[in-house]
């Protein structure tokens, strides 16, 4: 999880055409284009509005729009062409996001079926601002963000989907996301989400599926080697037992750590360039 400080972030290739083009649109990437370029901007979110301002418009991004309120944080970034909604993930030092992750009371959602009661209040918190942002927009919209961010992103979208039917939604993009609802609210949700698994991450694996919660969206998972590859049962199998062996040789806990923002940034990048780690 990480703490509101200036995070520098390595602007793709990808990135870069939107700067560089007048016409080229989010929707003209190709997935892995679209996940390192959301990616990003997850990352970004975890800045200042000066500093996360400065980062957006390096990239291309002319607009840039920050909602704080009680502890909950999000972004509105902008081109011409686009508007993408970046809500900001967990930190250590905000009581609000630390009580947020841990109220797993299910509540009926805005939309349709329950979720997660911490998760939606912090939702509640910006979806003000950030309906008033996109309500009149006529750009096509993209909604992404990281841990408590995904979650919260994810409430956003659903909202977007059923009070805003003329907003065109192009798609969520989450990285370590948790589970924000029951089966009532996934299956009523028709919108394309791009769900990022990091190996071990943990986060994902919160809350427990006992409780009734499961996730949203077609994931894309990256393996033990930071590769991505298609989740299986048997790819499952062989990363639990590569990352306990490579926990003991190095003696650090994978399922923290694969739950960094930069972590999937750099991964994404190398899936992105062809450049994939080479594997035993």
């Not at 995904?150 to 948790?178: D, E, K, N, Q, W």
């Not at 698994?197 to 949203?216: C, E, F, K, Q, S």
């Amino acid at each position: 999880m990480l703490k509101n400080t200036h995070i520098t972030v390595k602007y793709s290739m990808i990135t870069n055409l939107i700067q560089n083009s007048k016409t080229l649109t989010i929707q003209e990437l190709d997935v892995y284009q679209q996940s390192l370029l959301f990616a990003e901007l997850s990352m970004i979110a975890y800045n200042d509005e000066k500093q996360a301002t400065a980062q957006a418009r390096e990239i291309g991004f002319t607009e840039v729009h920050f909602f704080d309120y009680k502890g909950a944080q999000g972004y509105t970034f902008e081109t011409a062409t686009d508007l993408v909604v970046a809500c900001r993930g967990t930190e250590p030092t905000e009581f609000s996001d630390l009580a947020a992750d841990m109220n797993a009371l299910p509540v009926r959602s805005q939309t349709m079926g329950r979720v997660h009661l911490g998760f939606k209040r912090e939702a509640d918190k910006i979806w003000a601002g950030i309906k008033a942002q996109i309500e009149t927009s006529e750009k096509m919209t993209w909604f992404t963000g990281h841990s408590l961010g995904a979650a919260m992103t994810t409430l956003c979208a659903a909202r977007c989907f059923y009070h805003a039917p003329h907003i065109v939604i192009g798609a969520i993009f989450t990285y370590g996301s948790p589970r924000a609802g029951w089966r009532g609210f996934v299956n009523n949700l028709h919108v394309p989400h791009w769900r990022w698994v990091n190996n071990a991450d943990v986060v994902t694996r919160v809350p427990l599926a006992i409780m009734g919660y499961v996730h949203h969206g077609d994931i894309r998972y990256i393996n033990t080697f930071g590769n991505v590859r298609e989740f299986t049962y048997w790819q499952r199998i062989k990363d639990k037992f590569r990352g306990i062996w490579k926990g003991i040789k190095r003696g650090s806990f994978k399922n923290f750590s694969d739950h960094s923002m930069t972590n999937y940034v750099a991964h994404i990048a190398r899936k992105v360039s062809g450049t994939e780690y080479p594997q035993e």
